[in-house]
C-alpha cells in the first residue's frame, strides 16, 4: 500500500476553533519512494483571530495571513480532499497527528462539507511517527537516536529527532520541510529496524489492536506520559460503556495488591491521581503496541518480563477485580454537554446520513446561488448552518441583505468576544492582545502593529 504523509500549520491549538493555514503531504509507494508531493496555503477566516503564539513559531504575519493572493480556505479544504481522495487508499502518517493535524483536517473537512473520516476509511489506514520514534529511541537506540533540547534533556521534537539522526531539514515549522524530514526518519527505521517497521504499520489497522490486547496478557505501549519514560506496561481489563473504541488498561508498574484492597468509591478517587493506574486506550487511533517477548532483556528496567507476565496474568485470572477496576474507570469519564457552537458538534451528532452526504457532493459542484437554495435541503441542522456560512464566506451576493448583515454582526462581536460570545471558546481580539503583551520581546514591532490594529 501506498504511503501519504503530511504535515500543516494552524492558527492556533485549537482544534475547534483555528484553522490550517498551510498544508504539505508526500505520496510514496510501499518502499518510502516518493511519487508525488502538494503543498497548499490558505488565507485566515473572516472571524479566525489567529495566537499570535502561533505566527511567531510558524514564522506568519498577519499581512501574509490575510493575503488576498492566498486562496479561501474552503478552496484549499476541497483542494486537498481531491488531492487526498485521488490518492488512496494508502496509509496516512503524520508527526504527533492523531492528536493533533489529523483533528485539524477532519475539522476542516466538516467544516466544508467533506468527508470526515477520509483517513481511515474506504480502504485507508493511519499511524502516528511519533509513536514509532518513541518505541525506536527505546527498543533500537543504535538506530535511532533521541533528540536533544537545548539544556541537553531528550526529547521526540521533530526538529531535535532529525537534527540528532543525520536527517536534513530545510525549515522549521514549514508544513513541508516536516514531511520531508519525518519522511527521511521513517526511513532510517524501516532500513534500520524492519520488524518495528512492520509492527508499527501492524497498528495502523483497529482490527489489529483489538485482537492484540484481547490476546496478550501483558505488552509494552509507547506514549508520553509519567516523564521521562515512554514505554508502558499494560494489561487489557475492560471496555467503557460510553465508548467501544476505549480499552481500560492497567499499568502493571501500579501496586496491584493496594488497588485490590479499594471499594469502587475509593478506587474512582485512586483513578484521578498520578501515577494513573488505568489507561484509556483508543483501539481505533493507532496506538503502537508491543509483545513483551520480542523485547530485549536489557530494555526491561524496573521489571523484568517474567514478573509483568505474572502481575497480568493475576489480573487477568480475576474477573471480579477487573470488573471493579471496569466500573471505577466508568465512573471518571467526564461527561461534556452538548455545545451550542456547530465547530464542537463534530462528532456530537449522528453519523452524516447518505442522503446528506449525497448533498453535499452535489454542493461542491453547483454555482453559487443554486448552492443557497440547496443548503435548506439538508435534514442535519449543522451542515446546513455550515452551508450557509460558507456560501456568506464565498459569496455573499447571493444572500439576502438582512442575512449579511446579520452574520457581519455576528463576526464582529465573535472576534470581540462581546454580546452572546463573553468567554468563549476561541482566541478574540482582547485575548491575543493580551497574549503579545505576555510574549515580551519575541515579537517583531511590525507584528505587533498588526495586532493592535485589528
Not at 503530511?6 to 508526500?26: M, P
Not at 484521578?272 to 503496541?289: F, M, Y
Not at 485470572?317 to 452538548?338: C, G, Q
Not at 452574520?407 to 452572546?420: N, P, S
Request: charged share 25%.
Amino acid at each position: 500500500m501506498a504511503f501519504v504523509l503530511y504535515d500543516l500549520e494552524t492558527s492556533g491549538l485549537n482544534k475547534r476553533f483555528d484553522q490550517i493555514l498551510q498544508f504539505a503531504a508526500v505520496r510514496t509507494d510501499s518502499d518510502l519512494n516518493e511519487t508525488h508531493r502538494f503543498e497548499t496555503k490558505s488565507r485566515l477566516l473572516p472571524h479566525v483571530v489567529p495566537s499570535p503564539q502561533a505566527l511567531l513559531v510558524t514564522g506568519h504575519t498577519l499581512a501574509e495571513a490575510n493575503s488576498p493572493f492566498r486562496q479561501s480556505h474552503y478552496s484549499m479544504v476541497c483542494e486537498i480532499a481531491n488531492v487526498l481522495a485521488s490518492w488512496c487508499p494508502a496509509t496516512f502518517l503524520g508527526y504527533n497527528s492523531i492528536r493533533f493535524d489529523e483533528e485539524f483536517l477532519r475539522q476542516a473537512f466538516y467544516q466544508c462539507l467533506h468527508p470526515i473520516f477520509l483517513t481511515n476509511m474506504n480502504g485507508n489506514a493511519r499511524a502516528d511517527v511519533l509513536n514509532l520514534m518513541r518505541a525506536a529511541t527505546t527498543l533500537h537506540p543504535s538506530v535511532m537516536h533521541a533528540g536533544l533540547e537545548p539544556d541537553g534533556r531528550p526529547t521526540h521534537r521533530l526538529g531535535a529527532m532529525a537534527a540528532a539522526n543525520g536527517v536534513p531539514s530545510r525549515a522549521l515549522h514549514d508544513a513541508a520541510a516536516d514531511v520531508d524530514a519525518m519522511l527521511g526518519l521513517c526511513r532510517l527505521v524501516r532500513a534500520g529496524a524492519p520488524d518495528l517497521w512492520s509492527t508499527f504499520l501492524r497498528f495502523s489497522a483497529k482490527a489489529a489492536v483489538v485482537d492484540f490486547v484481547r490476546d496478550e496478557d501483558a505488552f509494552a505501549y509507547f506514549d508520553y506520559f509519567g516523564r521521562p519514560q515512554v514505554m508502558h506496561f499494560l494489561t487489557r481489563v475492560g471496555i467503557s460503556p460510553n465508548d467501544g473504541n476505549a480499552h481500560y488498561c492497567l499499568d502493571l508498574a501500579s501496586d496491584i495488591d493496594a488497588l485490590r484492597k479499594l471499594n469502587v468509591g475509593d478506587l474512582s478517587q485512586r483513578l484521578t491521581q498520578e501515577p494513573r493506574p488505568i489507561r484509556r486506550l483508543k483501539v481505533n487511533a493507532s496506538p503502537l503496541l508491543y509483545p513483551l517477548w520480542d523485547i530485549e532483556p536489557d530494555r526491561f528496567v524496573d521489571l523484568t518480563e517474567d514478573e509483568l507476565v505474572r502481575r497480568a496474568s493475576s489480573v487477568r485470572a480475576d474477573p471480579e477485580f477487573m470488573a471493579t477496576l471496569t466500573s471505577a474507570a466508568a465512573s471518571i469519564e467526564p461527561i461534556y454537554p452538548p455545545s451550542e457552537h456547530v465547530e464542537q458538534q463534530i462528532y456530537g451528532g449522528k453519523f452524516i446520513s447518505d442522503a446528506d452526504s449525497a448533498l453535499s457532493r452535489q454542493f461542491h459542484s453547483l454555482p453559487w446561488q443554486a448552492r443557497a437554495e440547496l443548503a435548506d435541503r439538508f435534514q442535519d441542522s449543522r451542515l446546513r448552518r455550515l452551508a450557509r456560512r460558507l456560501i456568506f464566506f464565498e459569496s455573499p451576493h447571493v444572500l439576502e441583505e438582512p442575512e449579511r448583515h446579520l452574520i457581519v454582526d455576528d463576526i464582529a462581536a465573535r472576534r470581540r468576544g462581546e454580546g452572546r460570545y463573553t468567554a468563549p471558546p476561541w482566541t478574540t481580539i482582547p485575548q491575543a492582545l493580551s497574549e503579545l503583551e505576555a510574549m515580551n520581546g519575541q515579537l517583531s514591532e511590525a507584528l505587533k502593529i498588526e495586532f493592535r490594529s485589528l
